[in-house]
């Protein structure tokens, strides 16, 4: 667990499915993740979410982002490391609407930044968001990323965007709520 100012990143737990849900069947947010909503019934997804959550994180290690009142406000992951470029990607999902432009995304980051290079001692964490996403875009930039191309799919147009890890040692210094602690 990490905590700063006003957020708390946790391991995921089966209580979070009611939320994940929810969040996942929601068409606002299937488009921000560049997704159709899930339609499964729930209790399918809670079924595969408990597998899910019991399998080792090799691949993709994702945490609950929760205020400090215990509220479960979104998710946030790195995932796709690669131990020879010393890299991984992240992402982050707000799901709850009540704390989008607040900063709530951008203390997530921080923590998952800060824990990301520190664990693997990477050179760089990248992540892509949809080219209309200014406001994911600004939050990025706001942590210290720097837009670094461009990916077209069939249906999509990404902004990639990376922060190499000489720059986050910088970038952290500036960010005043970076003090976070482990528990």
């Known amino acids: 667990m990490f905590r ?3 957020v ?14 929810k969040w996942k069947t929601d068409p606002e947010l299937a488009k921000l993740d560049a997704c159709q909503p899930l339609t499964m019934p729930f209790n399918e997804y809670v079924f595969l979410y ?6 080792s994180p090799l691949v993709k290690h994702e945490f609950s982002i929760e205020t400090h009142n215990g509220e479960h406000i979104g998710n946030c992951a790195y995932y796709n490391v690669n131990r020879f470029r010393r890299e991984a990607e992240i992402g982050i999902l707000i799901g709850n609407r009540d704390y989008w432009d607040k900063g709530y995304g951008k203390e997530a980051l ?6 990301t290079f520190g664990k693997y001692n990477l050179k760089r964490v990248h992540l892509k968001t949809l080219e209309w996403n200014i406001r994911a ?8 990323f ?8 069939a249906e999509h147009t990404f902004i990639l965007m990376e922060l190499p890890g000489t720059e986050w040692e910088t970038a952290k210094t500036n960010l005043s709520f970076i ?4 528990s």
């Open 4 to 6: 700063n100012m006003r």
């Open 8 to 21: 708390i990143l946790r391991e995921k737990k089966p209580d979070d499915a009611i939320n994940d849900y």
């Open 50 to 55: 408990v597998s899910e959550l019991q399998l």
């Open 110 to 115: 921080v923590l998952l930044i800060d824990y």
């Open 137 to 144: 875009q600004n939050c990025f930039l706001k942590c210290g």
């Open 146 to 153: 720097n837009h670094c191309g461009k990916k077209k799919t």
């Open 179 to 182: 003090h976070s602690k482990s």
